[in-house]
């Protein structure tokens, strides 16, 4: 089954949009595996490779999205991260996705990779409607990545950009990437 366009609420009244992969061959209704990408990516950026790779090779399908505030899916300020509302928006999709035909509704996983890594450790704890959860590379704790990655003598001066407000606004207005065709 090819991929179709979908839409659903959250709890808070937004419409976030992504898309549905069936399995390549099943009768009946399948397992489902929610799916969203990590830190500012977008559906576009290879989440349904993973999605046509796991209906391919197994009888489940998969319900791929873009975050809230990214990509095809509503929200304001654009390109904002709140993680417990991104947590939250993992619940709302497993909701949708218990309520498409082809979905097994008590067979849901969920998939994150990075920073929707750690998401998904987090929401399987909590929603038992989750009965698995597959979390690549999480990224579990900012503050210790923030700390291992960057030289300790060069902690309080980026502490004193994020408090003034520079980083943000340094990344606010770098322009869009572009494709360079040789």
């Given at each position: 089954?090819?991929?179709?366009?979908?839409?659903?609420?959250?709890?808070?009244?937004?419409?976030?949009?992504?898309?549905?992969?069936?399995?390549?061959?099943?009768?009946?209704?399948?397992?489902?595996?929610?799916?969203?990408?990590?830190?500012?990516?977008?559906?576009?950026?290879?989440?349904?490779?993973?999605?046509?790779?796991?209906?391919?090779?197994?009888?489940?399908?998969?319900?791929?999205?873009?975050?809230?505030?990214?990509?095809?899916?509503?929200?304001?300020?654009?390109?904002?991260?709140?993680?417990?509302?991104?947590?939250?928006?993992?619940?709302?999709?497993?909701?949708y996705a218990q309520s498409l035909e082809e979905v097994d509704?008590?067979?849901?996983?969920?998939?994150?990779?990075?920073?929707?890594?750690?998401?998904?450790?987090?929401?399987?704890?909590?929603?038992?409607?989750?009965?698995?959860?597959?979390?690549?590379?999480p990224l579990v704790n900012g503050w210790d990545n923030f700390?291992?990655?960057?030289?300790?003598?060069?902690?309080?001066?980026?502490?004193?950009?994020?408090?003034?407000?520079?980083?943000?606004?340094?990344?606010?207005?770098t322009p869009p990437p572009v494709m360079l065709i040789e």
């Amino acid at each position: 089954m090819p991929r179709k366009d979908v839409e659903f609420k959250t709890s808070d009244g937004l419409t976030l949009r992504g898309w549905f992969f069936g399995p390549q061959s099943s009768s009946g209704k399948t397992p489902c595996l929610v799916m969203a990408h990590g830190w500012s990516a977008l559906k576009e950026m290879d989440l349904d490779a993973f999605a046509e790779h796991f209906t391919s090779k197994l009888a489940v399908s998969c319900l791929v999205y873009d975050n809230r505030c990214f990509g095809a899916s509503e929200g304001q300020p654009r390109h904002e991260i709140v993680p417990s509302l991104q947590q939250s928006d993992y619940s709302d999709a497993i909701t949708y996705a218990q309520s498409l035909e082809e979905v097994d509704a008590d067979k849901i996983g969920i998939w994150g990779s990075s920073y929707s890594g750690g998401h998904v450790l987090a929401v399987g704890a909590v929603d038992r409607r989750v009965k698995a959860v597959l979390s690549q590379v999480p990224l579990v704790n900012g503050w210790d990545n923030f700390n291992r990655l960057i030289r300790c003598d060069f902690t309080p001066g980026l502490n004193k950009m994020f408090q003034n407000g520079e980083i943000l606004t340094k990344f606010q207005h770098t322009p869009p990437p572009v494709m360079l065709i040789e």
